[in-house]
Nanobody
Framework: QVQLVESGGGLVQAGGSLRLSCAAS????????MGWFRQAPGKQREFVAA????????YYVDSVKGRFTISRDNAKNLVYLQMNSLKPEDTAVYYC???????????????????WGQGTQVTVSS
């Protein structure tokens, strides 16, 4: 079983950048497909970005394409979400998620991930 802990959230002005980190313990991340999700107040948790177990392919929700980048460093057991050109509508709690993977797929559904971090708050002011 893997434990995930997010960090790097905070308050930033519109147009600014943040880099979120997700640190894993308990298992090596190289066995897991990873994703980032977010949840704004009063809304359902939504998919943001996904990364294959090997890191060779990524997928993003349309609203963040060209602004956000998901990446991983399996040697350090870390996953990142680089967020640029932030907008007020990006304000949410951001969650890192992991799926024990055997097929090198990308996963975009909340129910497809077994492991979740506690979340980190990102607030973008206008």
């Amino acid at each position: 079983q893997v434990q995930l802990v997010e960090s790097g959230g905070g308050l930033v002005q519109a147009g600014g950048s943040l880099r979120l980190s997700c640190a894993a313990s308990g298992r090596t991340l190289s066995s897991y497909a990873m994703g980032w999700f977010r949840q704004a107040p009063g809304k359902q948790r939504e998919f943001v970005a996904a990364l294959r177990r090997s890191g060779g392919s990524t997928y993003y929700v349309d609203s963040v394409k060209g602004r956000f980048t998901i990446s991983r460093d399996n040697a350090k057991n870390l996953v990142y979400l680089q967020m640029n050109s932030l907008k007020p509508e990006d304000t949410a709690v951001y969650y890192c998620a992991g799926h024990r993977d055997y097929s090198e797929r990308l996963y975009v559904g909340v129910s497809e991930y077994e492991y979740w971090g506690q979340g980190t708050q990102v607030t973008v002011s206008s």
